[in-house]
């Protein structure tokens, strides 16, 4: 499911309703929690949170006239993923995230290298990605994305 928006509130807005909610309060999470610098805008057709140009000039190696992204929310086909990279490239941030979800959530962690799936939105663990977010600072990242990732 691709929506076309120009705004995060112009994405919500075009969510069917069981998903509205959801995406909202995960959005306000990510606000909420997010170290000052990422900004939060739309990315990949996505709700993204990136390290503007302003805080890391040299942008995405993948395309630098891009902001270099850390977080983005998308509602799918069949579920709503949460995509951040510092899971993706941490490996302790990973393993700590792993460890915590059975805390939160009773059914099994659906994920990918990136990517966090939750298909009902009822077991969406708010608390969980409170606390994932507080974890990085833009500057964390970039120095874990130009440690790892940038080659």
């Known amino acids: 499911m691709t929506i076309d928006a120009k705004t995060p509130d112009e994405y919500i807005a075009q969510l069917p309703p069981e998903r509205k909610e959801a995406v909202s309060k995960l959005r306000k999470t ?3 929690n997010l170290p000052k610098g990422f900004k939060e805008c739309i990315s990949y057709k996505m709700i993204g949170y990136v ?3 302003s805080l890391y000039p040299h942008g995405y190696h993948c395309d630098p006239k891009l902001p270099l992204p850390f977080i983005n929310i998308a ?3 069949n579920f709503v993923a949460l995509y951040h990279s510092g899971i993706y ?4 941030l990973l393993d700590w995230f792993v460890g915590e979800y059975p805390k939160y959530v009773k059914t099994k962690l659906d994920m990918g290298k990136s990517c966090i799936r939750f298909k009902n939105m009822e077991n969406i663990p708010y608390g969980l990605i409170a606390e994932l977010c507080q974890k990085m600072t833009p500057e964390d990242w970039i120095n874990l994305y130009e440690k790892n990732i940038k080659k």
């Open 75 to 77: 509602s799918q086909k």
């Open 89 to 92: 490239a941490d490996k302790k």
């Open 51 to 53: 390290v503007p140009h």
């Open 30 to 32: 990510i606000q909420e």
